[in-house]
Nanobody, 118 residues
């Protein structure tokens, strides 16, 4: 059974930092691309950052490039999102996703809430 479990969300002031973690079980993680999505209140889910399975190529939404960093540790079956210089518009539920690049099969976590407010 595949499970993805996010952690690390919470309340942070503008300009602050948070590190999200996502533990993955039931997959050979190196075979999967990993992504972080977020869903702001009342809005659609959007891609924040992704990292490929083999070469570790990263991709970021324009709104977070230079502030967020995605990384993975295949040995620990985990993916991380380091978020810095947080803004109120970064508020939302953050989800991690694992997707196989060939079959396109994907798996999601349950989400962790990030609130950026003073």
């Amino acid at each position: 059974q595949v499970q993805l479990v996010e952690s690390g969300g919470g309340l942070v002031q503008p300009g602050g930092s948070l590190r999200l973690s996502c533990g993955v079980s039931g997959l050979t993680l190196s075979n999967y691309a990993l992504s972080w999505y977020r869903q702001p209140p009342g809005e659609e889910r959007e891609l924040v950052a992704s990292i490929s399975g083999f070469a570790g190529v990263t991709n970021y939404a324009d709104s977070v490039r230079g502030r967020f960093a995605i990384s993975r540790d295949n040995a620990k079956d985990a993916v991380y999102l380091q978020m810095s210089n947080l803004k109120p518009e970064d508020t939302g539920v953050y989800y991690c996703q694992a997707q196989h690049p060939w079959t396109r099969a994907d798996y999601w976590g349950q989400g962790t809430l990030v609130t950026v407010a003073s």
